[in-house]
């Protein structure tokens, strides 16, 4: 339900699921842990971080002791509490658990894992929220990791580079920031000059291009339609 945008029903469904394995199951099972961990998920994406928070603890307290720190699923949970502590507006705390959550899957998965990667990613949006250029080199790492995972022209570069774009713009170095969410859309829609980008839209239709063009559009670029391509 949450994929298809329908967090709310989804809420309401793990809500009766947790209700009734509380009652079947005992405290602390890792189903339990499971199902608590999808609710926080689905509060983040919600915005509601107070509810967020309380699952996502509770979650992280039955994996620790479950699974242990070197399993993924408690990694992740850190993961996602950093984000909820990003969406609060706590953004020392949410440094503290990102940078917990990767070095955790650092030791899990290998320093150059697309879960790393992603990580990274999470700490480049809190230096961007916090308008610091310090957060260049954690994208970078990022970028040459999905570089080497995924490929050049892989959604997962294109949204490295929108990232920077947005770090560059927060920072207010505009054209930096254009050069940026120029090559996100270059490597999104490979092949096509920068000025087909509504031409494109129109052919792709993908949420992430989409975002490329609303990114353009906050920096007063003019795109012309049927332009090109280069």
């Known amino acids: 339900y949450t994929m298809m945008g329908s967090t709310a029903r989804s809420l309401e469904n793990l809500q009766r699921a ?36 309380t699952y996502l603890t ?27 502590e990003m969406g609060d507006g706590h953004f020392a705390e949410a440094d503290r658990l990102l940078t917990q959550a990767l070095r955790l899957r650092e030791q899990i998965f290998g320093e150059t894992h697309l879960e790393v990667a992603r990580t990274l990613m999470n700490i480049g949006e809190l230096y961007t929220k916090q308008n610091d250029l310090a957060g260049l080199p954690v994208l970078q790492r990022s970028l040459e990791i999905r570089r080497s995972q995924s ?19 927060a920072a207010g170095q505009i054209p930096k920031a254009k050069e940026a969410y120029e ?39 003019t795109i012309t339609k049927g332009a090109e391509p280069q």
């Open 183 to 221: 090559k996100s859309l270059s490597v999104s829609v490979p092949g096509y000059g920068r000025q087909a980008a509504i031409a494109l839209h129109e052919l792709t239709d993908t949420p992430h291009t989409g975002l490329v063009l609303h990114s353009l559009g906050q920096l007063g670029i």
């Open 151 to 169: 490929g050049e022209n892989s959604p997962h570069v294109a949204e490295t580079y929108n990232a920077f774009g947005d770090l560059f713009l």
């Open 58 to 84: 509770q979650s992280l307290k039955i994996q620790e002791r479950v699974l242990g720190l070197d399993h993924y699923l408690p990694a992740a949970t850190i993961n996602n509490l950093g984000m909820v």
């Open 18 to 53: 947790l209700s009734i394995m509380k009652k079947k199951l005992p405290e602390g099972h890792p189903d339990i842990g499971r199902i608590l961990l999808n609710l926080g998920v689905g509060h983040l994406y919600q915005g509601d971080y107070q509810l967020a928070r």
